[in-house]
């Protein structure tokens, strides 16, 4: 199935013309500088991505996720691009690390694989297609592995894992599952947790996606002395 037009036709990185890859620079560039203005002036007054996210929205956003950080570095790559009429289809990766202060200090790192659609130089649409994060207090914090499908059925049953990979030993483990939407109104949205004494090394979900096409963050929190990790992935239910 083609979205945005986007097929195996799609192009190399390397191919692409200068018009797209300064715009993906200088969106870079401005995200870095925490420059609103700059990264608003690439998208579309009708802008609209997957989560619900508009113009708007968006414009209002960014400078709150900021404010939470006190570093942010982004790096874009482009990984294919198709030529369609008036404008581009460009597949990216956004790689973001930096450093959290508040509710407490954690160390953040995403990786957002993104389809865009440009109009010009402005993004009209855009669907995120996978993502993952991991917000860390420490070096120390519990190295883990998680496993969960990238996508699903409507109405499909579905594992997610958060496995500890050094041995507990006499140490406490602590920890917490979820899954959310991911509109914008979940974004910044608080949710309780019920924390659990761990006795196998992780978390162990299982979860029935929705009836509907949707797209959840399911998440994972573990606590332990000397540290606490949060790992996010999205499930695509489609």
């Not at 004494?197 to 998440?219: I, Q, R, Y």
Request: net charge negative; hydrophobic share 35%.
């Amino acid at each position: 199935m083609s979205v945005f037009g986007l097929t195996a036709q799609a192009a190399p990185p390397e191919t692409a013309p200068a018009a797209l890859t300064t715009a993906l620079e200088q969106i870079e560039s401005a995200s870095n500088e925490r420059d609103i203005d700059g990264v608003m002036e690439f998208y579309a007054d009708s802008f609209t991505n997957n989560d619900g996210f508009t113009y708007a929205t968006l414009e209002t956003t960014l400078p709150q996720l900021w404010e939470r950080y006190e570093t942010l570095n982004y790096r874009v790559e482009l990984q294919s691009w198709e030529e369609v009429d008036g404008g581009y289809v460009a597949e990216t990766v956004t790689y973001i690390d930096g450093t959290q202060t508040m509710p407490r200090r954690l160390s953040l790192e995403s990786v957002i694989h993104s389809r865009q659609q440009f109009t010009g130089n402005k993004i009209t649409s855009q669907e995120i297609l996978s993502e993952r994060n991991q917000l860390s207090s420490s070096a120390t914090s519990p190295e883990i592995v998680v496993i969960l499908p990238e996508r699903v059925q409507p109405g499909e049953s579905y594992g997610f894992d958060a496995i500890v990979q050094e041995p507990l030993g006499e140490r406490y483990l602590l920890g917490a599952a979820l899954d959310e939407g991911t509109t914008q109104e979940d974004f910044f949205t608080p949710r309780p947790l019920d924390l659990e004494l761990l006795s196998a090394g992780g978390l162990f979900k299982l979860g029935d996606a929705p009836t509907d096409d949707d797209n959840l963050w399911v998440s994972g929190l573990l606590i332990r002395e000397d540290g606490l990790i949060v790992v996010t992935r999205r499930l695509r239910v489609e």
